[in-house]
């Protein structure tokens, strides 16, 4: 039995949640597991009622979970900042969740934009709570005129090591063979040099095959040749930027899941579609919600349920497959309710 906490949040997280609600209770009926869920209605709606993204004692809420389900937040009247700093960052940093998870894999019945694409399936790992995103730094002024900023980028070798030890762990339970480091030491030296100098450690002395791609490079690798890599590991901001560019090589921001991942299982889990609130479509009933029950399967995998993980994917593929009921992102003219409903029919038919 596992709690699970549940937070829609925002424009289509809350349409994309309720199809991932429905495949939650039929795992519930048909398996040998219970997630036992509880859904907190905080976000953009709650910060406009009573001032704040989620309640003071919200954090120690969540902790008593060993999971949290998330669907997206932002709102036209919300600032970023709001969204950013007092609900997303700090969920990641107190609840030590220093590995941001994205698998990056092309399935079945899905047209990449890519011309050679038959084989993309990989992994990036982001580092998840310090580097380039942090808030230390400053302006100054002359007068009212801004006339210098700086922004430091902060890299411990724990946060690196432990990022490190994760992937490594990661890469050999599921039978891969070679780890690439996403740096760019050749230009920013003292930072991304420590990088790969405490990654370079760790590798050492493993049997992984490891090799270092300089950002740049990496980036047009991911268009030219995706199916050369398997696990990719990246700072804060470079991990940010390869998953983008990694879910828009697979169909898009509704096929991408991730999660945001304390390896220690000290702090609770959190799994969410990469995608936003996306307020373009949001209450038009057409969000794809299969990134976000995408993202339930990493969530079973996290807690010890592979079989069922690798279940749910297979399901999602069998569904791409048949491409009758599908979203019009990535093609059909089904609405996010259909693509629930026939999601649920292919899982257990
Ligand atoms: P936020 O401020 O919440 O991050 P955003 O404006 O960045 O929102 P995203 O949610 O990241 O928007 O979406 C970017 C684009 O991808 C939008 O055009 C949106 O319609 C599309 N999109 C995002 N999620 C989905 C989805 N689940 N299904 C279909 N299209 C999606
Ligand atoms: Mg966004």
Same mark, same amino acid.
């Given at each position: 039995m596992y709690k699970l906490a549940?937070?829609? #949040?925002?424009g289509v997280g809350k349409e994309v949640m309720e199809e991932a609600l429905k495949v939650i209770r039929v795992i519930n009926d048909r398996e040998s597991i219970t997630l036992d869920y509880e859904i907190f209605d905080w #976000?953009? $709606?709650y910060y406009l009622k009573y001032g704040r993204m989620m309640p003071d004692n #919200?954090? +120690?809420i969540l902790q008593e979970y060993d999971a949290i389900l998330f669907g997206a937040i932002g709102d036209s009247r919300v600032p970023d900042e709001v969204t950013i700093w007092e609900f997303i960052m700090p969920i990641r940093k107190n609840f030590k969740q220093y590995v941001n998870l994205r698998p990056v894999k092309l399935l079945k019945g899905i047209e990449s934009p &890519?011309? &050679?694409s038959e084989e993309i399936d990989f992994v990036i790992f982001r580092e998840n709570t310090e580097g380039e995103y942090s808030d230390v730094g400053g302006l100054m002024f002359q007068g009212d005129q801004r006339e210098l900023a700086v922004q430091n980028t902060i890299m411990t070798r724990q #946060?690196? +090591?432990q990022l490190? $030890?994760?992937?490594?762990k990661y890469a050999k339970a599921h039978h891969y063979t070679k780890v690439t480091n996403a740096t760019k030491s050749n230009a920013i030296t003292h930072v991304m040099g420590f990088w790969d100098q405490v990654v370079e450690e760790i590798f050492a002395n493993e049997v992984l095959a490891y090799e270092k791609i300089y950002i740049d490079a990496l980036a047009a690798y991911f268009v030219e040749r995706p199916e050369r890599f398997q696990v990719v590991m990246a700072s804060n901001l470079f991990g940010d930027i390869l998953s983008d560019l990694g879910s828009a090589i697979v169909g898009g921001l509704g096929m991408a899941p991730s999660g945001n991942i304390n390896p220690e299982k000290e702090f609770p889990s959190m799994f969410e579609p990469v995608h936003g609130s996306a307020p373009d479509i949001a209450g038009k009933g057409i969000a794809n919600p299969l990134a976000q029950i995408w993202s339930v399967a990493l969530m079973l995998d996290h807690l010890g349920r592979k079989d069922l993980h690798d279940h749910v994917v297979f399901a999602i593929e069998q569904l791409l497959l048949e491409n009758k009921t599908l979203t019009p992102d990535i093609g059909g003219n089904a609405t996010t309710k259909d693509v629930g409903n026939a999601f649920i029919k292919k899982l257990y038919r």
């Open positions: 549940v937070i829609p #949040g925002d #976000g953009s $709606e #919200g954090q +120690a &890519l011309r &050679l #946060g690196i +090591a490190t $030890e994760y992937v490594m």
